[in-house]
């Protein structure tokens, strides 16, 4: 698993970019918080716990899945 998440290097939008970021967005809008934390724990996107509202948790994994990176701290 770790192996394909390693070769993965972004989504493409296309043509339709705000359609398809727009039904990611509410993708992942339907996730609790946690299960939110525990996907950017996968991806080791590190994000504190303390002052993070889901809609910041959602757009840092929109952008992660734009354009990966390995382990920034935002």
Do not use: Q, R
């Not at 994000?47 to 948790?57: N, P, V």
Request: glycine share 6%.
């Amino acid at each position: 698993m770790k192996h394909n998440i390693l070769e993965f290097s972004g989504f493409e939008w296309g043509e339709n970019e705000e359609k398809l970021k727009g039904n990611l967005n509410e993708k992942l809008h339907k996730y609790n918080k946690e299960t939110l934390f525990n996907i950017c724990d996968l991806l080791d996107i590190h994000i504190s716990k303390s002052a993070t509202k889901k809609e910041e948790l959602v757009a840092k994994l929109i952008k992660f899945l734009e354009c990966p990176y390995v382990g920034e701290t935002t």
